[in-house]
């Protein structure tokens, strides 16, 4: 692809002016895509409030709603925009017409829009070449009066210029490695400038004052009041230039300082990182060593507001990170909270996820209520000298056979009843024990509190599961039972009265020693799986369908198995006992019988078919609940802290992006960019008639 304008360096003849180049593009705009085009009319459009002669035209005002990028724009106010402004108007007429417009975005298509903008922006003349006069007098007129001086007439300076003409002039590609290296010199030269006594040191009033010149954008207001006590590190009260320098390179490479932060806590066990780890990731994520001991500290320093020794979370690093961070009791008013209250909105959320968990579980369980029959009449009891079933293929053979397809479904009803208070108490006491666990700064639990979360979980869910389970157990036995002896299908109600209350919680302690270790092992699998496998919330990565359902199907698997002899133990107790199977007394006599009579083997019964079956039920179960979450979040959840940066935020287009670049280059030469471009008002053309469109 061919460039928008050709690169012109210090010693090219020049034949026609930027101005031209430029115009002659919107020439050739036809191969912009159309699609292209018209979003660029809609915007320009919806924006252009002045009309000349039938014509539309954008003052600044409005020319910065245009190109602007959306959302918080706290350090770089969108007024300061009205600085590109003047590279748009390449009439210098006061308006933006469509051509201009046209050209100015295809220019932010370019790779390299934001130097390209900021070398127009100080090629006054549009030669193509910017002399030294000209960079002095932009530089000059955009910075007040009570800046600290720069000297132009240095050796740095002379490097980059060649001669046209007798003239000293900077190309492009010069400008354009001269603006990178700027922001250093300025510091060196301010540093130089405010040690009068040229002892190696500033006061922390002008080591302030000259990062709020060249940084003040990038840095939050809570950093910019903590900037003096940079003298803290060292004894005396005063700053060196190796610090000064030290604390330049850390927010010059403020995204590759995230990226550590962010994947060293997260791959931290306690989610906490300290020097010693800041610096070892360091080491691992780079070629090079980025980072010397004195950055590391001053990063600490600030993260840990002067308590550079401890170890820190994300959310201490975001008054760094972002500078658009206020302090959480300046972010919103404070509201008192009562206790009662507090109270009664964690009720509400865990009611709101007790709902989710019953729609959850009830989709779970349909898809699975197959695999779920054929489990329960292959861990039956066997009548002596009969053997009802080979394997789970043989019994899912038998039980289509003697009952057909509806045979599969015989007593989903009340599973399905079941299933909802069954699940819907698991995952949320899982949630509510593993909420209060959490550390609220990191989000991590510790692994003793995830097997605490998960058998409490189990736990409580056999108040509801034991009742259930042994109705549908017989149920689902009948089927056979009616088949074999001709006797008469008996109803759920019928079974209910026929156990009374004390039976049906028969079988009960079987179903705590199945139900507290199956969720102590699954919950915390879960979790560790989506976070250290499939790497969730790892640079605010967001986990998918097939991910997802993955993590839950394989935490199933290895929690199903291991708590099958439980799981067979119960079925023995619950399902009624008929002529010629053995009786169970209890728990013990159950483990001890099935052992001596069929053998070790026959506790894992039906394992395989457990896996295939729970596998699945809690994948699909927990991916409904997870959707349902995101969907129908509940709207007045407390959510830990999160840090949103520019790395983890919704990207913008991709020219506001550009666009805002471009301006951040300009204010690193100097926070006042942009600041008098905002103020001004261009001359008022009496030819120009303004209406609203």
């Known amino acids: 692809m061919l460039p928008l304008l050709p690169t012109v360096h210090c010693d090219t003849q020049v034949n026609s002016s930027f101005a031209g180049s430029a115009l002659k593009t919107v020439r050739n705009v036809v191969a912009t895509p159309e699609s292209?085009?018209?979003?660029?009319?809609?915007?320009?459009?919806?924006?252009?409030?002045?009309?000349?002669?039938?014509?539309?035209?954008?003052?600044?005002?409005?020319?910065?709603?245009?190109?602007?990028?959306?959302?918080?724009?706290?350090?770089?106010?969108?007024?300061?925009?009205?600085?590109?402004?003047?590279?748009?108007?390449?009439?210098?007429?006061?308006?933006?017409?469509?051509?201009?417009?046209?050209?100015?975005?295809?220019?932010?298509?370019?790779?390299?829009?934001d130097y390209w903008i900021a070398f127009q922006y100080f090629d006054v003349d549009n030669s193509g070449t910017i002399s030294l006069e000209e960079f002095k007098n932009v530089f000059t007129a955009n910075v007040s009066s009570s800046a600290i001086p720069f000297d132009f007439d240095c050796d740095w300076v002379k490097l980059y210029l060649g001669k046209k003409n007798g003239t000293?002039?900077?190309?492009?590609?010069?400008?354009?490695?001269?603006?990178?290296?700027?922001?250093?010199?300025?510091?060196?030269?301010?540093?130089?400038?405010?040690?009068?006594?040229?002892?190696?040191f500033i006061k922390p009033d002008q080591f302030k004052q000259i990062i709020l010149e060249i940084a003040g954008h990038k840095l939050s207001d809570a950093v910019v009041e903590r900037l003096p006590t940079l003298c803290t590190l060292?004894?005396?009260?005063?700053?060196?230039?190796?610090?000064?320098?030290?604390?330049?390179?850390?927010?010059?490479?403020?995204?590759?300082?995230?990226?550590?932060?962010?994947?060293?806590?997260?791959?931290?066990?306690?989610?906490?990182?300290?020097?010693?780890?800041?610096?070892?990731?360091?080491?691992?994520?780079?070629?090079?060593?980025?980072?010397?001991?004195?950055?590391?500290?001053?990063?600490?320093?600030?993260?840990?507001?002067?308590?550079?020794?401890?170890?820190?979370?994300?959310?201490?690093?975001?008054?760094?990170?972002?500078?658009?961070?206020?302090?959480?009791?300046?972010?919103?008013?404070?509201?008192?909270?009562?206790t009662g209250m507090s109270f009664l909105n964690g009720f509400l959320q865990s009611a709101y996820n007790f709902v989710q968990?019953?729609?959850?579980?009830?989709?779970?369980?349909?898809?699975v209520y197959p695999i779920d029959m054929g489990v329960m009449q292959n861990q039956r009891s066997t009548v002596v000298g009969q053997m009802l079933y080979k394997n789970s293929l043989d019994c899912a053979r038998k039980i289509f056979r003697n009952e057909g397809f509806a045979g599969f479904y015989r007593?989903?009803?009340?599973?399905?009843i079941g299933v909802a208070p069954e699940k819907a108490i698991k995952l949320t006491v899982n949630d509510l024990v593993r909420g209060r666990a959490m550390d609220p700064e990191t989000g991590r639990i510790k692994l003793i509190w995830e097997l605490v979360a998960g058998g409490t979980a189990g736990g409580c869910q056999v108040v509801f599961t034991n009742p259930l389970e042994i109705v549908k157990i017989r149920l689902q036995v009948q089927g056979e039972t009616a088949r074999v002896e001709g006797a008469a299908p008996k109803g759920a109600v019928h079974i209910v009265r026929q156990l009374g209350v004390l039976g049906l919680y028969r079988g009960a302690s079987a179903?705590?020693?199945?139900?507290?270790?199956?969720?102590?092992?699954?919950?915390?699998?879960?979790?560790?799986?989506?976070?250290?496998?499939?790497?969730?919330?790892?640079?605010?990565?967001?986990?998918?369908?097939?991910?997802?359902?993955?993590?839950?199907?394989i935490a199933g698997m290895p929690a199903a198995y291991l708590t099958t002899p439980a799981d067979v133990v119960k079925t023995r107790l619950q399902v009624e006992a008929r002529k010629g199977q053995s009786h169970y007394k209890g728990l013990t006599d159950a483990f001890v019988k099935i052992y001596h009579e069929e053998g070790f083997k026959a506790l894992f019964k039906g394992g395989p078919a457990r896996v295939v079956r729970s596998s699945?039920?809690?994948?699909?179960?927990?991916?409904?609940?997870?959707?349902?979450?995101?969907?129908?979040?509940?709207?007045?959840?407390?959510?830990?802290?999160?840090?949103?940066?520019?790395?983890?935020?919704?990207?913008?287009?991709?020219?506001?992006?550009?666009?805002?670049?471009?301006?951040?280059?300009?204010?690193?030469?100097?926070?006042?960019?942009?600041?008098?471009?905002?103020?001004?008002t261009p001359p008022f053309a009496p030819a120009v008639s303004e209406k609203q469109a």
């Open 234 to 338: 060292t004894p005396g009260g005063r700053i060196s230039y190796s610090e000064v320098v030290a604390f330049h390179n850390v927010f010059r490479e403020m995204d590759m300082v995230e990226r550590i932060i962010r994947e060293a806590t997260a791959k931290s066990k306690d989610g906490r990182i300290d020097q010693s780890d800041f610096l070892n990731h360091a080491s691992i994520s780079s070629r090079y060593s980025l980072f010397t001991p004195m950055e590391a500290s001053i990063i600490f320093h600030f993260a840990g507001r002067g308590s550079a020794e401890r170890r820190l979370a994300l959310v201490d690093f975001a008054q760094l990170l972002d500078p658009r961070w206020k302090a959480p009791h300046e972010e919103t008013e404070v509201k008192s909270v009562s």
């Open 357 to 367: 968990g019953g729609f959850a579980g009830a989709f779970g369980a349909t898809i």
């Open 511 to 553: 179903c705590l020693l199945r139900d507290i270790p199956f969720s102590a092992i699954y919950f915390p699998v879960y979790s560790h799986l989506k976070k250290d496998v499939f790497h969730e919330g790892y640079n605010g990565k967001q986990l998918g369908f097939l991910e997802t359902l993955s993590a839950a199907a």
């Open 411 to 416: 007593g989903l009803g009340p599973q399905l």
């Open 616 to 680: 699945p039920q809690f994948g699909f179960t927990l991916l409904a609940y997870e959707y349902l979450h995101k969907l129908l979040p509940y709207p007045w959840e407390e959510k830990p802290p999160q840090v949103q940066t520019a790395l983890t935020s919704r990207q913008d287009d991709i020219s506001r992006i550009r666009a805002r670049n471009a301006l951040k280059i300009l204010l690193d030469v100097h926070g006042d960019f942009g600041r008098r471009a905002a103020k001004f």
């Open 36 to 113: 292209e085009l018209k979003r660029w009319r809609r915007v320009f459009d919806a924006n252009a409030k002045v009309v000349v002669n039938g014509e539309k035209y954008l003052d600044p005002e409005n020319f910065v709603n245009a190109i602007a990028p959306r959302g918080d724009l706290s350090k770089i106010g969108r007024a300061q925009f009205a600085i590109l402004f003047r590279v748009a108007d390449t009439s210098k007429r006061g308006l933006v017409s469509w051509d201009d417009f046209t050209v100015f975005e295809t220019i932010l298509k370019r790779p390299d829009a």
């Open 168 to 200: 000293r002039v900077l190309g492009y590609n010069e400008f354009t490695q001269l603006m990178k290296g700027l922001q250093g010199e300025r510091v060196r030269q301010a540093f130089q400038y405010l040690d009068t006594d040229q002892d190696g």
